[in-house]
């Protein structure tokens, strides 16, 4: 173990947040994670590991108050009455056995909640349409309402501190919380003494600090999370109008303020959008408004940048919701000095999608996010070795590299063969796009593991055809060969491919641009049917590279599964501010002479003068050794115990699938397979 450098030493102070005080200050703030309360054990476990990792306080995902703010059918958390404690208990444990202080975020969403699961009519400060896509509207609420909600919120504080939570939040932030919409003219249009100046505005988010602090206030410190800019100019809350004043209305009032930007899309964007840091320039007045300790994010990852933002003193507390994720013992490392060992965060929401589709938590980073309970998995402790048995991986992109890592922290001998001149797989060619370069963090992190582990060998420029695997005598070979995109077009819309003539246009496709394959000087049809980020990255290529571009999707908008991860608004907004001609509800038909396209709702053809078309489509799995050395099974003169196709290579997916493909062939290499599921389950009681 090495020293810690004394310069990180700040990072290690204690700090007191009204009457209890955090160990040092790594602080994460809530963040969802798609478990909550229907699966409380792998949510405990979750936040234990985190815990454990070196985070001194450790919060919840949003928890409502009461069956009048319903958030299903999103997996979040639920304090209504005594019947939800044992849960909640249970994470509270998990934090408390490592000596961190475990917080709540207890909430009302107003005009963000649907109610769809409770049936309840939702609650806003005036009449009005929701947030969110429904047709339902919200009521005006009267005086006894905002009795309810604050009577609600109290008994809930109250609960919290029953089930052993240090810490209580009172959320106002992310346009997703009552106090928020009261505060925001837009919303708050009361003549009462609930609307109409500011200080009637904050009137509701005033008497629920309040309220917090009486019921629960002896024990629990009181936090309030804050957005302090919305980026809508004079339109929303932001720093050079009224989000001052608030704070310094209520400076002293709770014990920490925890700040941020808002919505959500804006607080946690990917790092294709926003640097490390990227929240400073709007929460570093918090500090000169207030005594009381304050959290920001930004998605930290650099030891230096967090001590300097302690040093100089515009945060007490680095907040984190993503770096915790693709490194729960990230406080650790820093306090051991080991800081080369950090599993950066690379921004790219896959952990968001887990929320958004109502799944537990994935990350691209940690494979064994989401898995800590139901599969036992430990994001630093990994089973050792139980043979001597040798294993070749034949391929070094993400999959392959994790695997290698992974089995050789287990102790197994490991020989990493790939055909390229570096390793990465498709990594190597997505961190070259536009805003992509975080992902070379993936292949970093990996590498640098390499270094402590003497039993994994690795070789470069090594294209392994069946008799030269054979002649490893490798008992196990594993290939993570990835896969390539197609080039005939078959995807989602065109299950059998395009009809392509030889007359058509010119096609490529990303591994091509990639490559830096140049298209004529033509105009460039970017094609995606595959719906993620490949083809706007592509298309933002090319134009970078002077190219007049078309995007062309059967989709009713660009990249469509991004709202998952955050990011749509902004990719569609790139490629606008690029200048590339956007055309949504359009699928090919054919590329025969021409570029043949038709209105997918009227079936209406008509025909582009695309010197050049790229087809991001689908990928099909590069499989040839497979398909070689499988014949050598069949005809019996296989000389390895087992042969095995991981990532890409098995079926084309996810960078974040190809890594978690790897670490699981590791952790399940030389054990006996489990009867049924590979997980344990958590039941409903009947």
């Known amino acids: 173990m090495s020293a810690r450098d004394p310069i990180f030493d700040i990072l290690f102070e204690p700090v007191k947040i009204g009457p209890v005080t955090a160990r040092n200050r790594f602080y994460q703030v809530p963040h969802c994670n798609g478990m909550g309360d229907q699966l409380p054990r792998g949510m405990a476990a979750m936040r234990g590991v985190k815990a454990e990792g070196g985070w001194a306080v450790v919060s919840t995902e949003e928890v409502s108050i009461d ?18 404690i044992p849960y909640h208990a249970r994470m509270v444990d998990a934090v408390h056995a490592h000596g961190s202080l475990a917080a709540i975020e207890l909430c009302q969403q107003g005009i963000s909640c649907a109610n769809l699961v409770s049936r309840e009519v939702p609650l806003a400060p005036s009449d009005q349409s929701l947030i969110v896509s429904s047709p339902l509207q919200a009521r005006a609420m009267d005086k006894s309402d905002i009795r309810a909600v604050r009577d609600s919120h109290r008994e809930s504080a109250i609960l919290a501190k029953r089930a052993g939570y240090d810490i209580v939040y009172v959320y106002a932030g992310h346009d997703l919380s009552i106090a928020q919409h009261f505060l925001l003219s837009r919303y708050n249009q009361r003549s009462d003494e609930y609307g109409g100046s500011l200080e009637n505005r904050v009137r509701l988010l005033r008497e629920l600090i309040e309220d917090t602090k009486q019921a629960v206030g002896d024990t629990c410190a009181v936090a309030v999370r804050f957005v302090v800019d919305e980026l809508l100019g004079p339109d929303g809350m932001n720093i050079d109008g009224e989000a001052p004043e608030i704070i310094a209305m209520l400076a002293e009032l709770p014990d920490l303020w925890d700040v941020n930007i808002s919505d959500w899309p804006h607080d946690s964007q990917t790092a294709r959008f926003a640097e490390e840091g990227y929240q400073e320039r709007y929460t570093a007045f918090v500090k000169t408004l207030t005594s009381k300790p304050v959290v920001g994010v930004g998605r930290y990852t650099s030891p230096d940048h967090m001590a300097s933002l302690i040093a100089k003193g515009a ?8 770096p915790s994720i693709a490194d729960p013992f990230l406080p650790k490392k820093i306090e051991e000095g080991r800081i080369e060992d950090i599993r950066e965060c690379i921004g790219c929401n896959i952990c968001v999608s887990g929320d958004m589709t109502f799944t537990p938590i994935r990350c691209t980073q940690n494979p064994t996010m989401g898995e800590e309970w139901r599969k036992g998995w430990h994001p630093e402790r990994i089973p050792t070795r139980v043979s001597e048995d040798t294993v070749l991986i034949v391929g070094g992109g993400p999959a392959g590299l994790e695997c290698a890592r992974a089995l050789g922290q287990r102790g197994y001998a490991v020989t990493l063969a790939e055909a390229g001149p570096a390793f990465g797989g498709r990594v190597r060619g997505e961190s070259l796009l536009p805003g992509m370069a975080s992902y070379q963090r993936v292949v970093e992190h990996r590498l640098s593991a390499f270094h402590k582990l003497p039993n994994v060998e690795t070789y470069l420029a090594s294209d392994l055809g069946a008799e030269e695997v054979i002649a490893f005598e490798a008992q196990h070979i594993v290939l993570a060969t990835g896969a390539t995109w197609r ?4 995807g989602r819309t065109h299950r059998t491919g395009l ?28 094609y995606d049917d595959e719906r993620y980020i490949m083809a706007g990255l592509i298309a933002e290529k090319l134009a970078h590279d002077g190219y007049a571009v078309t995007f062309m999707t059967p989709a009713t908008m660009v990249s469509p599964w991004t709202e998952n991860t955050l990011e749509q608004h902004a990719i569609q907004r790139r490629l606008l501010e690029a200048g590339i001609t956007i055309v949504t509800d359009r699928q090919l038909v054919s590329l025969d002479g021409g570029t043949h396209h038709a209105c997918i709702y009227t079936g209406r053809e008509a025909e582009s003068d695309a010197e050049s078309v790229v087809l991001v489509t689908s990928r099909i799995s590069s499989d040839s050794l497979w398909r070689e050395l499988q014949t050598r099974a069949g005809d019996g003169t296989a000389p390895w115990k087992s042969l095995t196709r991981i990532g890409d290579a098995l079926a084309p997916a996810t960078v974040a699938h190809a890594i978690y493909a790897g670490h699981r062939y590791a952790r399940e290499f030389d054990t006996e397979a489990p009867a049924g599921a590979p997980y344990l389950r958590e039941r409903v009681t009947v």
């Open 499 to 526: 009809p392509i003539s030889a007359s058509a246009p010119d096609i490529f496709t990303p591994d091509d641009i990639m490559a830096e394959q140049k298209p004529g000087q033509g105009p460039v049809l970017v």
């Open 487 to 490: 080039r005939d077009g078959k």
């Open 67 to 84: 069956h009048v703010t319903d958030f299903g059918p999103a997996i979040e958390g639920k304090l209504w009455d005594q019947g939800d």
């Open 315 to 322: 945060l007490d507390f680095i907040g984190a919701a993503r």
